[in-house]
């Protein structure tokens, strides 16, 4: 294979990095603590604590943290640091995103930078990938870091907040990216200093970095309160709608997760709505109605992309297959979900604020991150969080044996070739992971080897716990292991399970036996089900078995691209050319290719008003924390606040309009958030009368932004004018301007900003790059670090 230029270019930088590292390491090793016993390692360490505090940087201690570190890792767990981990520990406390193999002990790497960072006092999260993952981390290092004199904690879901409080206040904390992000939307709508959960942030180490960082970025995590609902006609719309004919009346491109009304199926919904134009300026909400029906019908399915259970939809993860808690489409799309399965439509809540996952990130002083599959997304980690990805190489070199893909011209004869395959391998004892794209998948393939009388366990648990543990035993002799793709991640699986059980027999029989079923969108997490063998140089083997049926291939039209000279009809034996499997791989990165711009677009729409949130977030804290003085009803009106002290304290006043200040701030920034909502709507309509969206949106949000201040300084005097100067007065107001009593925090599920019309509008909003270049599309994630880094949070 031909190296291109920008690549050898990077591996050199990646070299002249990493053996500047590895000098770094041979420094570390040459500190000789061994000597000391406990009590003086953790002296030793105070020592260090002391320098920082005297004014000494993190580069003048490293040397000293890290082989300090490295003798508690000895005392404690029994086992020595390979020179690998130590170089992933100096790169991530350099900010850098380390890519290591499944199984080389990521997590111990960790624990150095980790350390390092902690003893400033300011605190270290290590964002884990489940909770499952928090708790294990914690209490698998904790004693480590212990021995350091450092505190540590990890946080939960379902936790009380003084719990959370707690671990919050440790040194290091092991938590999920979710959690903290909706415990920062908690901390966002408090009142008072003493019940915040969390510390301003300052570095974080993110674990399986790329699943965060890039599958999840854009998902918003929302914070709501109870709302009422809204009057609506979506029923009465979604059962005319339910008459259409699908291909006649309407039709989709799964490629771009868009349905459009032919126009036949216009001239049949204008009649049945009885509504003159559609797309009339007078039918916006009905066109968004009928919009966000047709992706429901056409584009979500049963039991594949949700369930229904117990009267509500339960939205299917794509990455897991399993039911994802919490998480639900934008409104309409969930409502119009809602129509279409005659559940009631759930009372959608008043959104009071909402952050995305990779905003919420970047609230982070300091990031460093690691995954076994970075490098291709590494443009995008780099543009994105201003952060270089460094691979790191396996202690002992890797020796799985990856076979090219067996390719079938149709599902059937590959799911043949596939039980015999798994038939004639169980028979020699060789352990089999079978990774499956959705759990129908997965039910179909237990099905075909309840027929051929093989044993196994399927992961569709809801319990990342269990799970975690059947697939450490996938590794044990005879056992046949079928899991979706990501299930377990975090997981490792060793030769013989985790007692290693006839591991040398295994071993010489070819090691853990990956097969793939399918190739996924995204080639890191066909990269990451391979890596689940081979780990620390062990025996390991994978092979994907590919019809032209699949849904990837269909769903882009590989199918399509593949001449049929190449393509024969449907035959039982695999297709055996080279060309098919190549094609693949450029669709593969051809959807990279898109979903990264999908990216981009969006977070040119995000970082506008996430750069708002954090001037109002900011401007709130100081409030809550009282670091500025605060008294808008002295300064406005005077008269009003002179006679108001006539008759209470005036701390008791400031007190209240306090309240009353953070009580409007939320009000008031709620409603902007349901305008931006709306705004939204309006996007998707001017991308189809073909105007400039974001400009047209930043204008606008602009505008409104700018007058909220104002608001709600007005709100602050009103209801200081409306009130009743007597003790029941007070009351009065006080009881209104509480906080509010129930909140409840979800996530939205991707493209929420522009829902179904996403990748028109990116369309647009790419060719019209040229033309606009206005600042915020220049404006890259770093450039935007800069300004609100020592700012946020
Ligand atoms: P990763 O997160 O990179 O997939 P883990 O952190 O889960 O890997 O570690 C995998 C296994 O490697 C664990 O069982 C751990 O105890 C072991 N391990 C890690 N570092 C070392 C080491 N230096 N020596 C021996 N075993 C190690
Ligand atoms: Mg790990």
């Not at 409080?165 to 440790?170: E, G, R, T």
């Not at 570095?203 to 309160?225: G, K, M, N, Q």
């Not at 949700?306 to 969930?334: H, L, S």
């Not at 209801?719 to 007597?726: K, P, R, T």
Request: net charge negative; glycine share 6%; with cysteine.
């Amino acid at each position: 294979m031909s190296i291109s230029i920008s690549e050898k270019v990077e591996n050199s930088a990646n070299k002249a990095e990493y053996n500047n590292y590895k000098k770094i390491v041979e420094q570390i090793k040459q500190v000789s603590f061994e000597s000391l016993d406990n009590q003086g390692i953790s002296n030793k360490s105070s020592e260090l604590r002391n320098k920082l505090s005297k004014g000494a940087s993190m580069e003048d201690i490293i040397i000293e943290a890290f082989a300090l570190a490295k003798l508690a890792v000895k005392r404690v767990l029994n086992i020595s640091p390979y020179d690998e981990q130590l170089i992933a520990g100096i790169a991530m406390h350099r900010g850098r995103l380390i890519e290591m193999q499944t199984g080389e002990g990521k997590t111990l790497s960790a624990v150095f930078p980790a350390y390092l960072n902690a003893l400033s006092g300011r605190g270290c999260h290590i964002l884990t990938f489940n909770d499952y993952l928090a708790r294990r981390d914690a209490a698998w290092m904790g004693p480590v870091y212990e021995m350091l004199g450092l505190t540590v904690g990890f946080v939960q879901e379902n936790m009380k907040k003084s719990e959370k409080q707690s671990a919050y206040a440790c040194d290091i904390t092991y938590v999920t990216a979710k959690v903290a992000g909706f415990d920062y939307l908690m901390d966002s709508l408090c009142y008072k200093k003493s019940e915040l959960m969390l510390r301003p942030f300052n570095f974080a180490i993110v674990d399986e970095a790329d699943s965060i960082l890039i599958d999840e970025a854009r998902i918003p995590l929302v914070i709501a309160t109870g709302g009422e609902q809204d009057e609506n006609t979506l029923c009465l719309t979604m059962e005319s709608l339910r008459k259409l004919e699908p291909e006649v009346d309407y039709g989709k491109d799964e490629v771009k997760g868009n349905v459009f009304l032919t126009q036949i199926g216009l001239t049949r919904v204008e009649a049945m709505l009885c509504c003159g134009n559609l797309y009339a300026e007078e039918n916006f909400n009905l066109l968004s109605e009928v919009q966000n029906i047709l992706h429901a019908m056409a584009l979500l399915t049963k039991d594949i992309d949700y369930i229904v259970r117990d009267g509500k939809i339960e939205m299917v993860d794509e990455f897991t297959g399993r039911v994802a808690q919490n998480r639900r489409w934008p409104d309409g799309i969930q409502a119009a979900l809602e129509a279409k399965e005659c559940l009631c439509i759930q009372s959608k809540g008043r959104i009071m604020n909402q952050i995305t996952l990779q905003s919420f990130i970047l609230l982070y002083k300091k990031l460093a991150g690691m995954t076994g599959t970075a490098k291709d997304s590494s443009y995008e980690i780099s543009e994105f969080y201003d952060m270089e990805v460094l691979v790191i190489p396996p202690h002992i070199p890797c020796k799985r044996v990856d076979y090219p893909d067996v390719i079938f011209t149709h599902k059937q004869a590959k799911y043949k070739a596939l039980s015999e395959e798994i038939k004639r391998v169980h028979a020699t004892g060789q352990p089999i992971l079978i990774g499956t794209c959705s759990v129908e998948e997965s039910e179909y393939l237990a099905e075909e080897l309840n027929k051929i009388g093989i044993e196994y366990k399927v992961l569709n648990a809801r319990n990342d716990e269990f799970e975690a543990h059947i697939i450490e035993q996938a590794g044990t002799l005879n056992s046949v292991t079928v899991s979706t793709n990501m299930a377990g991640r975090g997981a490792d699986i060793k030769l013989g399970g985790v007692d290693g059980t006839n591991r040398d027999k295994i071993a010489a029989l070819g090691g853990l036996y990956i097969i793939g079923t399918n190739r996924h969108e995204s080639m890191r997490i066909d990269k990451q089900l391979k890596g689940r063998t081979g780990r620390q140089g062990d025996a390991g083997m994978s092979k994907f078995f590919i019809s032209l049926e699949d849904d990837l291939i269909k769903r882009y039209g590989i199918d399509k691209l593949i001449s049929s000279v190449l393509r024969p009809g449907n035959q039982e034996e695999p297709l055996i050319n080279p060309k098919i499997a190549k094609k693949i791989g450029q669709v593969q990165r051809i959807i990279q290719g898109q979903d990264s711009d999908l990216r981009r677009a969006l977070w040119q729409y995000a970082f506008f008003i996430e750069s708002q949130r954090i001037q109002v977030h900011q401007r709130r804290m100081e409030i809550v924390n009282d670091t500025i003085p605060f008294n808008i009803l002295g300064k406005e009106n005077p008269e009003l606040f002179t006679k108001l002290t006539n008759f209470f304290n005036e701390s008791t006043i400031i007190e209240l309009e306090k309240q009353v200040a953070l009580y409007n701030i939320d009000e008031v920034w709620a409603d902007y958030l349901a305008h931006v909502e709306y705004l939204q709507e309006g996007v998707k309509l001017s991308v189809l009368k073909g105007k400039n969206p974001l400009l047209e949106y930043q204008i606008e949000t602009d505008n409104t932004f700018q007058k909220l201040a104002l608001e709600v300084q007005k709100r602050i005097l009103q209801d200081f004018e409306a009130l009743e100067i007597s003790q029941h007065g007070l009351n009065i107001l006080k009881e209104r301007v509480k906080p509010p009593s129930s909140t409840w925090t979800y996530l939205v599920h991707d493209n929420s900003l522009m829902g179904p019309l996403s990748s028109l509008f990116i369309a647009n909003s790419i060719s019209s790059l040229g033309r606009l270049l206005s600042w915020p599309v220049l404006f890259g994630t770093s450039v935007y670090k800069k300004i609100f880094k020592n700012t946020s949070a």
